[in-house]
């Protein structure tokens, strides 16, 4: 299942001016720089000789919490003022965000709130609460988390900080991008997993600034796309959120979406979606071929290329956007001859 934008319409309409800018993403870099990890870009060799083309991944399974998240929190709460920082930040997160806000609110020395949905895998609740934030565990879904943060920010004037709908958070995530075409100036195509879509809207808004050419091609599961379904239908649209094994990539775009899905409609040139042996795949082929500890999500870029879902021409540039994975979970798939 594949939908082509290659007849994209004009980025923006006059009314709305682009939300995250060049210049934008290049001060979250001088702001970040020193608190989160520049990520290295390794060249795959089994992937290259499998593919017939160079391919490239983006360790962003390096970063200290174990995924990209922190590049976009850790800006967001910078570019706070100081005395609104102080009275503590809140979020909804379906783990690897949440990681990130406890992760900048404990470096930063504020107090964090975390908002999950009891659907959310142990082993993130744990590791966020190893953080030293405050976790809240609220019904069902994200919208039910959600509500939670809008409350806390009602009547404990705590600040929140968006997973991915937010100009400060997309501008984090977008420089990957930066280091993306400093790194590998001939780049023809990235790879991006995509949910809410501030790691895809990011770097398009980077790679695109800088190299208006290079194709930019977001990957979900195919169990509960939602930024695929919001393309599709030209709008936010509700889904029903289901188990996958790309868990991070679970839950909605938010029907109010301000930011990410104008900018993924816009700027991404094709949306993919795996099925979960496809997801398996990916996962395999990142522990047994790359040494690599990838979750669902970060490993959805190497199952697309292994699936023949993509096929570009010239230097590819995969973003491995985590390794957050329940260890036996990661066994079974890998010692696995299928999901
Ligand atoms: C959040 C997340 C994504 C998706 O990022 P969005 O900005 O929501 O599209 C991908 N991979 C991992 C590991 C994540 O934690």
């Excluded at 909804?92 to 992760?103: C, F, K």
């Excluded at 100009?167 to 930066?178: D, K, M």
């Excluded at 990539?249 to 109010?256: C, N, R, S, V, W």
């Excluded at 021409?313 to 798939?333: C, L, Q, T």
């Amino acid at each position: 299942m594949t939908i082509m934008m290659s007849d994209a319409r004009p980025i923006f309409s006059e009314e709305t001016a682009v939300p995250v800018q060049l210049a934008d993403i290049e001060q979250a870099a001088a702001r970040i720089a020193g608190h989160v990890t520049r990520t290295p870009l390794v060249h795959s060799k089994s992937l290259s000789e499998t593919i017939g083309q160079p391919v490239f991944l983006k360790l962003e399974t390096r970063q200290p919490i174990g995924a990209f998240k922190l590049r976009g929190a850790m800006n967001a709460v910078l570019s706070l003022d100081d005395v609104v920082r102080k009275r503590g930040l809140v979020t909804a997160s379906t783990g690897n965000h949440g990681r990130a806000v406890a992760y900048a609110a404990r470096e930063l020395s504020v107090p964090a709130t975390i908002c999950m949905s009891a659907l959310v895998p142990s082993n993130k609740i744990e590791a966020v609460r190893a953080l030293g934030a405050e976790i809240r565990i609220v019904g069902t879904s994200q919208d039910d988390a959600q509500e939670e943060v809008e409350r806390l920010v009602e009547y404990r004037r705590l600040t929140p900080i968006p997973p991915f709908d937010d100009a400060n958070v997309v501008a984090g995530q977008g420089t990957i991008g930066l280091e993306l075409v400093e790194e590998l100036p001939d780049l023809t195509v990235v790879l991006i997993p995509l949910s809410g879509g501030g790691l895809a809207g990011g770097i398009a808004a980077a790679v695109k600034a800088l190299k208006p050419r290079v194709r930019i091609i977001g990957i979900s599961m195919e169990r509960g796309a939602a930024m695929h379904a919001a393309i599709a239908a030209g709008k936010p649209v509700a889904i029903r959120e289901e188990e996958t094994l790309a868990d991070s990539l679970g839950g909605g775009i938010g029907h109010a979406n301000r930011i990410t899905f104008a900018l993924c409609r816009d700027l991404l040139d094709e949306v993919v979606l795996l099925t979960e042996d496809e997801i398996a795949a990916g996962i395999r082929h990142a522990a047994r071929e790359e040494g690599e500890i990838v979750e669902g999500a970060g490993a959805v870029g190497i199952g697309a290329l292994l699936a023949g879902k993509v096929r570009p021409f010239g230097p590819i540039a995969v973003i491995v956007s985590g390794g957050n994975i329940d260890p036996k979970r990661h066994r079974d798939i890998v010692e696995g001859a299928t999901a």
